[in-house]
């Protein structure tokens, strides 16, 4: 039983278009967050989401937006995709804000 | 806010040999410390966590010292087997959700 369980796997698509990803956790965690992971590894935080509040990374680009529909839910929408999305995004949550993260298997993205 | 600077960015030892991976930080609020492990096509696991506490962790093959005064971090691995090889990721975080802050990992190879 997966406890951070992201979909799909694998994403390619063109750019322009409007796609989402979705996140679910059973582990009864209070706070969910995405992460996006460069060609080089790198992770950086995009959002946060506890308790319906939303923390944003200040340099994420508007075409990304979070939206929760229930505690176990945070899902990615990304609208007019760009060549510079493509990446691995990762969905993760944690029981403590801030501390001790799941992360779930990650989305590869790519734009083409 | 936070920087996280990680090294080596790759080690690589022999199976039965110690490795050292060592990070610093620069938010002197920081007061969480967690260690992940990325193998290949999976999401990053937490392996250990250290609070700032606490001086030293362990569990079993895996321990982890903070040195708070010198706002630097380490994790030690002993006796490593081909298992261990993988991408390790430090990082640091205070109390609110984003300010997590991850290295850009090391790409440990542990060979046979």
């Known amino acids: 039983d997966t406890a951070v369980s992201q979909t799909p796997k694998y994403l390619v698509t063109q750019m322009g278009n409007d796609k989402s990803i979705k996140c679910e956790q059973n582990l009864g965690h209070d706070t969910m967050y995405w992460y996006k992971q460069d060609s080089k590894k790198f992770l950086k935080i995009m959002f946060s989401y506890n308790n319906k509040e939303l923390i944003i990374n200040e340099t994420v680009p508007n075409r990304f937006s979070p939206k929760s529909p229930d505690k176990a839910h945070l899902n990615l929408h990304i609208n007019s995709l760009e060549l510079g999305d493509s990446a691995v995004y990762f969905c993760?949550?944690?029981?403590?804000?801030?501390?001790?993260?799941?992360f779930g298997s990650g989305t590869r993205l790519t734009v083409v | 806010g936070e920087n996280v600077e990680q090294h080596p960015s790759t080690l690589s030892v022999q199976e039965g040999d110690s490795a050292v991976i060592k990070c610093t930080y620069s938010d002197s609020a920081s007061n969480y410390f967690p260690w992940y492990k990325q193998e290949l096509g999976k999401g990053p696991q937490l392996i250990i966590d250290i609070r700032s506490n606490v001086g030293e962790k362990k569990d079993q093959r895996i321990a982890v010292t903070l040195n708070k005064t010198a706002k630097h971090f380490s994790l030690h691995i002993t006796e490593t087997q081909p298992e261990d090889s993988a991408v390790y990721f430090c990082?640091?975080?205070?109390?609110?959700?984003?300010?997590?802050?991850f290295g850009a990992g090391t790409r440990l190879t542990v060979k046979p």
């Open positions: 993760a949550s944690s029981l403590e804000a801030g501390r001790g993260y799941t």
């Open positions: 990082a640091a975080s205070g109390y609110t959700p984003n300010d997590m802050r």
